[in-house]
Structure formats: structure tokens, C-alpha cells
């Protein structure tokens, strides 16, 4: 923080900027993404000039977006800084998806002071011709949580109301930086950022749990079904203490299926399709008793399945509040819950396991000359992965296909669920690379969504990030083309010479960054021990996987008999 007034030997005062990059370091924030503007020149300056959060300048607003996003789900909370009007609306798009899955990004705009520009008249370039910022404002009420426009008057109070609810409701907050108040003084922080959850009301607790309690008391079949919204309030760890120390039978949703440890003795599968056929649908159902954590009703997360729950009794746990049967208890927080029911559950549901774990991987045997198949990367691409690594994925057919294979324990991977923005991949790699350096990253993504955001590669270079990307190469959207029911002009792309683009994007040739072109078994078995050797050595890898246009990995098939009007059992 830049102090600027002195009593004594204490600082009084700070700029509101400063002030601001103060908050946003409580939060965690190290880097800032974003795309300079002239409206937000003083707010980029005291970022450049300070010894806070770093500088990240992006190609363009929404890849500042995607990466912000990226970097939250690693920190924990992310900033972004964008000019107000073409800014704002080039990182819209980006933001309303960080507010759909639950991700706190602090978005920062910064508009016009209050004075005149320099020819003696208000400034009215990047608004629509009218020098009102308003509507852009607007628009971010409708795709964050929270909004203020900072005053010399009201900044400290708005920027420490802002950062504690993008905090604690894990959504996106806005906010509008006039350039002059930018480098105004303020009172510098007293005290650090409050960032503490109302506390539990431990007699509420009790009553809750004693219920459970009562439910749960054999021979009643207990169960419990675990949500996208433990990993998005970031409770994972106590629930997998819960599934560990209870052995209580458990699903997880479509939406969920990376997010826990799925070793854990009571595993059974992924809750989703037809019942018929599959373990944890028929298991979830029959359940006396049914446990559900951090649920929605969409169509990734319970709404995969329809649920036909009729046991005995039913009990949500949201990251605040809970219900047992018609009783509500609003208050109550996840952590705290789960704490108690482990207590409440104990051991006595310990079942042996009904799925074997995933990690260990079969020797795949390349036949060299064979042109690749989705079915055939996706099982020699699970035996490169290995634990501690952080896999980034995008929508459509690499999602599936890495649906399709098993991983090993303690691999993070990162997707979007609800908002499902092709091109999101890439840059919120990015973002992830730069939260955690110490993981190795690998990006799966298919050559249309590639297009959208590739870009940023520069970005990862110019930031000495060495992670490998993937890209599937099949000149077309197949997703659209299973979701249509037909192959369909509409979904044929362009074609480029991806493995190219890795060393085209280091124009000065500081980076050596590493690109690889496969098409055969043989030429895959040869690339991917290429691969890990650059990136341990550093450099940033391109793996361009030809693959034909109609091929589509195990799952996506599955998916498309089910759309046909076939049964879909998905048991891992």
C-alpha cells in the first residue's frame, strides 16, 4: 500500500486505489487480469507501482474474464480490470459465468472522472455516444451479486462491503472507479477485512442433528449424495473426512464427479441416467434415508436422473441452511453440519466397496501405424496423468472423454458445469497455472472452442507458464452435431495448423515453447514422453491430435444412443 500522509510514525492515509489492493491481497489476490484502458490508467499504475497483486495484462476482456475465473477456483477470489462500456461488455460474457457456477471475481470498471477531458469537454468514447456509463452498469447488476460506484466519500466502507460478499456468497461483485477517485486519500484500513460466516447457533446445530439422529437409527438405509456446490463453497475436504470416517454409501452428481475422493469405501458411482443399470441411481433411490449436499435441480447437477426418492425421510444441506422432512433450519452452515453428522452417522454404515478405485491404469499397447481413435487417446492419455496434476477441461467432446476414463487420486480438475462457455478452457488455465505454480497443468480442448480464446497463449508464455495443451483436432463441432441428432454444415470449422500456433505466438523466440502433431497410435506413444520432458524442463507444449470428423469418444456414444432412445447407465 502507497502511504501518503504521515502523524508521527503512523500512516494515516492511502489512495482509494491503494486501498483497494490492499482488500483485494486480504482476499488472497496475488494477480490481477485484465485490459488497460484510459479510464483506469491510475488504478493499473498503482497496481504496476506497488509491491501488492501482480499485473496480468490479457488479449482481450472476456480471456481476462475466463482467466480471473480460472485463478478464484485455485485462490479462492480473483480481480479483473476492465474500462468501462467496451470493456465492461467484452468481459460480460465471462463474468456471467463465474456468477452462474458460484466464482468470486472482484470486477473492477473504471469511467471517466468528474472533471472535463482535455478539450474542455465531458468524455464520451467507449459509451454509447452519451457519455452515460450507466447502462453498463446495469447490465453487471443483473450478473453479480453486488454493485457500488466509489466516491472519495463512500470507498472505503463500499470496497470492504464488496470484497466480504464476494467472499462469502462466492459470486462476482462490481465495481465502478471514477479516474479521479482512483488517487483521492482515504483513511488507510484499521483493521483487517472481516471475512467471517455468521456462527451457528449451536442449540439450532443440536436440534438439527438429534433429528438426523433419530432418522438414521438402524436398520435404516442411510445414503448421501454429494453437489457442485461443496467444491464451489469449498468444503470438499470436511466431506471427504465425513465419507472416510463413516463409510456411509455415497453418490456424487454428473456435475460433482470430480470433486471428491472416490476411494472411500461407500463409492457408488456417479449419479446419473436411467436407474435401471445403474448402482448409484438405484442405491440413491431405495435409500431410507437420503443425505443431499449442496444440490441444484439442473440438469447437471440431480436433474440428470430425475430422482424418485420416496424413502422415509430427506435432508438437504445447502452452504447455509438445511431441511429435515417440512423442518427448515435457515441458519445453519455446511462445515458445521458436516461436522456433526459425521459424529451423528459413526461408523456402523461402513460398507465394503461396490466400485473398484480408479488410478491404476492398464499398459496401453500402441499399434504404431493405426490412426488414432477418441477411445484409443483417452486410454493412453490416462496413463500420462498422474497425481498432483490439474487438468483443465472444456465443454463437449473432451469433457466426455475424459468422463470416459478413470484418474488417479488427488488429480484437480477444473470445468465449467452450468455456463458451459466453449474457448473458457484456455484461459482459465491461465488463471489456475498462475494460483498454483507448483502443479503440472494439462488443458483439454476441442479445435472450435481452441478458436475462440488461443490467444492467450501468448499470455502464458510472456507469463513463463509451461503447461501442455491439448487440442483435438476433427474440424468440427461433434457436440452440436449429437446434440442435433445429424452432422450439420453449421458445425464444420476451419482448419489451422495448430501445432504451429505454439511457436508463432513466441515472436521474439525467448520461450521455445514445443509443438507436436499426432495422428497415429505410434506417433501419440512417441509425443506424450516429448510432452513431459518439456514441460519439465519448462516449456509450454502444444499437442495437436488429428482425429476423424465423426468420432466420438465411449461416452458421447453412450449419450447419443440415450437420445435415441435407449436407456444411458453411466456407472463411472
Known sequence: MVALKESGNVLTQCTVADYLLHRLSELGIHTIFGVPGDYVLEFICAITDGAGPAWVGNCNELNAAYAADGYARVKGAAALVVTAGVGDLGAAGGVAGSYAENVPVVVISGVPGSGNGPMGRPLVHHSLGDGDFRPFQRIFGEITTAQAVLTADNAPAEIDRLCRLAWLDRRPVYITLPADVAVMLVARPERPLDLRHDLTEQHVLNDFLARVAVAIQRPARTALLADIRVRQFGYTAALNRLLSETGVPWASTWAAAWDLDISTSGYLGIYVGAGDGNNAVSSIDAADVLIRFGTGRDEFGTGMADPSYRGAELVDVHPVGATIGDRQFPTLRMPDVIAGL???????????????????????????????????????????????????????????????????????????????????SLPALLGANLADPWSRHILLIGDGAFALTAQEISTMLRSERAPLLVVLNNEGYLIEDIAGGRKMVCNDIWTWKYSALADAFDGRGAYQPLGLRVSTEGELDRALPEAERAQSDGRLVLLEVVLDRSDAPRLMRDIAAAMSGRELGVRT
Open 342 to 424: 459425521t459424529k451423528a452417522i459413526g461408523s456402523h454404515h461402513r460398507v465394503p466397496p461396490t466400485a473398484p478405485p480408479m488410478g491404476s491404469q492398464p499398459p496401453v499397447v500402441a499399434e504404431a501405424e493405426t490412426r488414432l481413435t477418441q477411445d484409443r487417446f483417452w486410454e493412453r492419455f490416462a496413463t500420462y496423468v498422474r497425481q498432483g496434476d490439474t487438468i483443465v477441461v472444456d465443454t463437449g467432446s473432451c469433457n466426455l472423454g475424459l468422463r470416459s476414463i478413470g484418474l488417479p487420486s488427488g488429480v484437480s480438475v477444473l470445468t465449467q458445469n452450468m455456463w458451459g462457455s466453449i474457448g473458457w
